[in-house]
């Protein structure tokens, strides 16, 4: 019974081991394959919004739309 159990643990823990290892090899190949299509393909980057400009706009739209809830009431 015994030897058994351990026949089943010992067949599950390599059927594991054997998926984990295909699935770092297939990782691995995906990682390569994207890597080769960034250079085939590469994406263009727009240029970042200043945020401090923004952030004031955003500050006073946002006063402004408090200010006009608040009158509403």
Partial sequence: ?????????????GTVF???VI????VSIMGK???????????E???AIPTSD???NNDVELAIAIAAAKYRK
Wanted: zero cysteines; glycine letters at 8%; a positive charge.
């Fill in 1 to 13: 019974m015994l030897n058994e159990g351990l026949t089943l643990m010992a067949a599950g823990m």
């Fill in 18 to 20: 054997t998926f984990l």
């Fill in 23 to 26: 699935l770092w090899i297939a």
């Fill in 33 to 43: 394959v994207v890597g080769y299509l960034n250079k085939l393909f590469p994406v």
């Fill in 45 to 47: 980057v727009k240029a």
């Fill in 54 to 56: 923004r952030a004031v």
